[in-house]
Each structure stands twice: as structure tokens, then as C-alpha cells.
């Protein structure tokens, strides 16, 4: 009977911390559903202190989500904690997860507080957390460059004061696999009470060692991995929950543990927070990436053929690939269509918003015979947007012609005024952005512009990325369309929406 790996998973939390990759409530609540339709164990939903929004976000999420533990993170001080407690206060299961910084270099630059101090706030926020759950995870942040005695000190007591997880943070992505491993080991043998806890690790990918470090720990015992879908996260990112639960899977013969996590919903939870964060999925990204299982070589190819495990060491149907395949047409009825968002985890806010949704449906049927469920998921992202926005796309006619410059005339709703504009530029895409600017005049700058296909074929939709930076701000815009011109158009629009936002939110390790 192999030991049960927990997997706690952060895209809500660490994921969201990347630049521009911030989400709504709702938002949130989809991706929510999708990790526990794939059975993750912890679900840590956000930062309640950091904003209302960020609350009411944790909130809803805890309000829904039934399966899965959700967790809310607070610093190692009684406002944040209790602000945690409250987010959390209707969730089926919960966990507060608080946290201080235990390294030398942070300990004296950013917290300015001497080691006695610290331990003294970490025992405090512990037994503050237990007064909302019997369920709290306490981390040492920047553990990777902290001094192993002290660890060993303040994790001793934070036990003894109720804490049942410790997760051990490598926050800046420094350690190297062995050295991490044999932390984790030492851990465990030198703290007297170490066996009244459950260790877990949290590992940056800034030197593309998160998955080892994580798999390393769990071979010195470690058992909760923290992870994100796609490997979301701060700077370069987490370890990313496929890789992780596919590395265990895979090697059985090696670890001595497995998840519970279904790994078939995976690729559908790929497809969903790269379309709701805008961070598209690298081609050759393992287990996710579009040819993660694709053979190009003859002799790959010929091998597979013949017998599947010469090259494949994982069957893509086991991640996911291949499902969702033609689901709804234009001859589907409403029923079938809102019996495929529910399951989908696609929620409308009203009758309405439902019918609307299932106009749209009917328009993008006539223009693309077979429609997908990553085609219902850009349809909702859509809705939710377009329902949200001061400024949104009325109409578009572009026009471009070999040896002509190409030409833009657009129309802009702007809180239901309607404004109309003209430009040229070096493409029919440029034309329509300086358009759009010669009319709300942003000032930001354009740091991404990506389309991928949503789909295979030319009728598929294309799903555009704009990412804008200003004033110290970035947010990414997404806009989906058959045409790519008017998708081009919904992102950039999209994106100036979230500028127009402004954002009063803290941030936890800062
Ligand atoms: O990277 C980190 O140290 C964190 C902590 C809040 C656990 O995200
Ligand atoms: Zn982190």
C-alpha cells in the first residue's frame, strides 16, 4: 500500500502572484472547480488580506468548493490571520496557512527583526490560526538560505503550538536537488516532534530545479507537494502540478508514495488558467505542451507504431489529450449546452447571461461546424469580460490588400457611448491598435502580443494575448475569435479595461 502524497495546489495563490496574471472572482471560482474535478487534496484559493477582492475571492471559492481542503494564506500577524479565518469561515474543510521569514538576509533587511522575535511572532500567528481551524500549515520562508539550527528551533515550537503542516519554502528557487533533499532529511531526524507534523516543500523554479527539489524532498520524506498548474507562479515560476504527479505516477517502481489526482481532467486544466492568465503553454512544455506526445521522426514514429513504449513512457489519453472532442453543433439545444457549462464548471450569472452566451454559441456554430469544450471555455471567458467592461468592441472593419497599407475603421462602446476611430498601419493588427489608441490614448506600452489556435483547423478560433505595462502596473488582455483581427481587438481592450482598474492590493512576501 504506497503512503498518499498530498498535493496542494497554489495557481490560485503563488500562480497569481506573476505579473499580469491576476483573477477574478469568477475566475477563480472556474479553475477552483476544475482542481477538485481533478481531486486535488489543497486548494489555496488566495491572500484574503490583500484586498476586498481578494477576500471575497477566497470567500467564494471556499463557499463552493466541496471535495477539496481550501486554504488561505496570511502573513504571521492577527489581522491577516483573522481576515483568513473569515474568508474561510463557510468551507467544508479549511486550512490557514501563515507564514514568516527565517533567513538571515530577510531577517534583517526585510522583516528587521531579531531570530527570538521571529520565532516569538511564528508561535503567536500559529495559535492564532487555530482558534478558525484545527488545520494550519506554517512556512519558514526563504527556508532554502535559512541556517538548518534555527529551523530546527522555530519548527519545533510552531508544532508544539498546533501547527500540523510544515512546508518548506525554497522562495527564491537557490537550492540544488541533494542539498535539498538532505535539508529536508535533517529536518526530520533532528526535530524532536517532527513526526506530529506532515513536511512539505514549496519550490521556485529559478534555476529550473523546482520539480527536482520537490521529487528529492519527497524521497527524504517529505509529504505534500506545493505546486501550480503549467508551473504558474513568481518569477520563473513553481513546480508544476503535471510534471509532479506524472514523475510519481511514472515511477512507481520509485517512489515510495502516489496522489489521489485524476490525472485525465489535467489538460483540460492546462488550456483553462493558460486562457484565463493569458500565459500560453510552451509547445515543448512535458506533459502539457502541444508536442509533449508527438512524434515527428521517422523513426519515432515507426517505433510507436509498432509498439507504443518504445518512445512513450505515458499514454497521452492518461493526461487528458484526446478528450473534448466534438461535443456540441449548431443543431445542439440550449439544455445540452447548459448541461455542458455546468460541467464544464462554467457558472452564468443569470437566465440572461445564459442566453446570451448561448447566442454567441449559435454564431460561432455557423461559422465553425464542431465546437469544442476549450471553445466553450474562450466563449464564458468572453462573456464574463465583455458583461464587466467599460470599453468594448462594437464593430471592426479592417482592410488589407497586397501593395496597400492596411486600414482600420473601428466603433468602441465606451460606458454605451459609442466612439468611432480610423487608422492606418504596417499591418491590419497595427491598424486597429492605433485606432483603438487614437481614441483612449493609454499611454501603456505593448510588451506581448501572442495568438495561439484554440482548436486544430482554420476555422478554429485564435485566442490573443496583449500584455500592457504602465505606471508599474501589468496586465495581460485575452480576447477570442474566429477572426484573429477581431480577437486582436477584444484583448487590446480587454487589457485597457484592467488599466482603468485601479488595484489597491498587498502583497504577502513584500
Ligand atoms: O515562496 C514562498 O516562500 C511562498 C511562501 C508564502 C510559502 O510563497
Ligand atoms: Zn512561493
Redesign the pocket.
Known sequence: MQEHLIIFD?TL??GE?SPGASMTKEEKVRIAWQLERMRVDVIEAGFPAASNGDFEAVKAVADSVKESTVCA?ARAIEVDIQRAGEALKCAKSSRI?T?I?TSPIHMQNKLRMAPEQVIEQAVKAVKWARRYTDNVEF?P???GRSEVDFLCRILELVIDAGATTL?I????GYTMPDQFGKLINQLRERIPNSDKAIFSV?C?NDLGLAVANSLTAVMNGARQI?CTINGL??RAG?ASLEEIVMAVRTRQDYFPCDTRIDATHIVSASKLVSSITGFPVQPNKAIVGANAFAHESGIHQDGVLKHRETYEIMRAEDVGWGENKLLLGKHSGRNAFRTRLTELGIEFESEEMLNSMFARFKELADKKHEIFDEDLQALASDEVIVSHECFRLVSLIVHSETGEVPYARIVISENGNEIHAEARGSGPVDATFRAIESLLNSESQLQLYSVNNITSGTDAQGEVTVRLYKSDRIVNGQGADTDIVVASAKAYLNALNKLCHKLERAH??V
Open positions: 497554489t495563490r503563488d502572484q494564506l496557512h507564514f521569514a512556512s520562508e526563504d527556508a512546508n519554502p525554497d522562495t527564491v514549496h521556485h506545493e507562479g513568481e513553481n504577502p512576501q
